[in-house]
């Protein structure tokens, strides 16, 4: 078992900048796909950003030019940087760590913006 533990959220004004932080427990981190989730109230969870285990990346079309994913090995840590935030990016953000046969979530890390 996988255990994911995500940081970095808070309340920022629209246009501020907020970077997450997702460690895993894993000691074979550098072979697992990694990725971004966020949820909104009364919406369906999205994926906002992910990056496999080559470093390859994607974003959702929402996010493009504005979030960056990133990941550090040697740290078993993915990264979420997350400029010129809008309203419409409040949600709870989750980790997802996966390959082809397991997945695993983390509990969530509040995104709020606001002024």
């Known amino acids: 078992q996988v255990q994911l533990v995500e940081s970095g959220g808070g309340l920022v004004q629209p246009g501020g900048s907020l970077r997450l932080s997702c460690v895993a427990s894993t000691t074979i981190f550098r072979v697992y796909n990694m990725g971004w989730y966020r949820q909104a109230p009364g919406k369906q969870r999205e994926l906002v950003a992910a990056?496999?285990?080559?470093?390859?990346?994607n974003y959702a079309d929402s996010v493009k030019g504005r979030f960056t994913i990133s990941r550090d090995n040697a740290k078993n840590t993915v990264y979420l940087q997350m400029n010129s935030l809008k309203p419409d990016d409040t949600a709870v953000y989750y980790c997802n760590l996966n390959n082809f046969r397991v997945e695993y979530w983390g509990q969530g890390t509040q995104v709020t913006v606001s002024s």
């Open positions: 990056i496999t285990s080559g470093g390859s990346t």
